[in-house]
């Protein structure tokens, strides 16, 4: 529902990191996403693409890496991935845990065409 | 082609603001609770009932989030308290820079409770931090008892469930015992209250746990006091 939101976020985020690197061109930004996070992949991606048209970041392709909900096996502290209700520790065997979810919703990389490589060794924060 | 790691928050513009904001409000000790809920789940219903409960002299206020009209400031004014509506004009959930901006023309040395009631939506105010102590969560009886399990985020995030119209319980086919067990398998440490806004039933336990929140802040501020005092006879 808030998908264009996000999508401008990376988008000010892409347009902050070609200020501090002008000989770069970005053409690909790579986000984790959670499930709990709240965001539809393919809505953030449609976003983004109409956002980007007829930018100076065209054609700029948005990876979305999205990590389903996380568990923690209550018998033998095991982290498991599986459906928001839960289900049997793949370890163990066991029907208790509880859920921990995954609420990423971050920044993994971006990917830069040559001529960048020089400046972008000390990434100022 | 080059891959460089970039390790940052997509919403970190929202989540400075709201540190910044959790400073303001502990330096004055103010207790900012956010309130979360599906639209017509009884959130200002149950700040209707908050506020008439409170002397005049209580130090609170209250901003309320819609996408349009000014109707809950309205009814919220009535008790005489200080209440700004936000009418985000499209927007699905609060941010922290539209909280900054209400919070611009009141001096917050004058609270010590600010009650923030969210737009209506299960989904995308969970993502965006307002610089809150907690985040509270209302379900209505007429609603589902799985929603805990369908809207994760929200339940995950939040330390009290409002299960609110309970008056209306004998007419729908929600299951008490299931919403809770559902809530708490997402939070297993999730605080529960029932309440009916209607004939006030239960509405004691909330005003109990909001005034145990309450003392809890000035009893964090009593410590920090004297701490400040010890280390300056030192």
Redesign the interface.
């Known amino acids: 529902?808030?998908e264009m939101?996000?999508a401008n976020?990376?988008l000010?985020?892409v347009q902050a990191?070609a200020r501090l690197f002008p000989s770069a061109h970005i053409?690909k930004?790579?986000?984790r996403i959670g499930a709990?996070?709240?965001?539809d992949p393919d809505s953030l991606g449609f976003c983004f693409e109409a956002l980007v048209r007829g930018t100076e970041f065209e054609p700029l392709i948005l990876e979305i890496e999205y990590s389903p909900?996380k568990h923690r096996c209550a018998s033998c502290g095991g982290l498991f991935d599986g459906p928001?209700?839960?289900s049997a520790c793949p370890v163990c065997g066991s029907e208790d845990s509880?859920?921990i979810?995954s609420?990423e919703?971050?920044?993994?990389?971006?990917?830069?065409?040559?001529g960048?490589?020089a400046a972008?060794t000390e990434?100022p924060q | 082609m080059e891959r460089m790691p970039l390790e940052r928050k997509v919403l970190n513009e929202n989540d400075r603001i709201a540190g910044e904001l959790r400073t303001q409000f502990a330096r004055h000790n103010v207790l900012c609770l956010n309130l979360i809920g599906s639209p017509g789940s009884g959130k200002t219903t149950l700040l209707e009932r908050t506020l008439e409960s409170f002397a005049p002299t209580e130090r609170v206020a209250v901003l309320t989030g819609d996408i349009q009209t000014e109707n809950d400031a309205k009814r919220l004014a009535r008790f005489g308290f200080p209440v700004k509506q936000i009418t985000t004009g499209g927007t699905c959930h609060l941010d922290a820079r539209m909280i900054e901006k209400a919070l611009a023309d009141w001096r917050l040395e004058d609270l010590d409770l600010l009650l923030i009631e969210n737009v209506g939506n299960l989904v995308c105010p969970s993502s965006y931090d307002l610089g809150e102590n907690e985040k509270v969560v209302l379900l209505s009886v007429t609603e589902g008892e799985d929603k805990p399990l369908k809207y994760p985020a929200i339940f995950f995030k939040s330390t009290l469930l409002v299960l609110t119209k309970l008056d209306l319980l004998m007419h729908v086919p929600f299951q008490l015992a299931a919403a809770e067990e559902n809530a708490r398998h997402i939070h297993n440490k999730m605080e529960i209250v029932k309440v009916s806004c209607l004939t006030r039933d239960g509405a004691q336990s909330w005003l109990q746990w909001l005034s145990e929140r309450r003392k809890g802040v000035r009893a964090a501020a009593m410590v920090e006091v004297q701490g400040a005092a010890e280390s300056a006879r030192v």
């Open positions: 529902m808030h939101g996000i976020s990376v000010d985020a990191e053409c930004v790579g986000l709990m996070a709240g965001v909900h928001v209700e839960g509880q859920f979810g609420d919703l971050e920044f993994a990389y971006l990917e830069v065409e040559d960048a490589d972008r990434s």
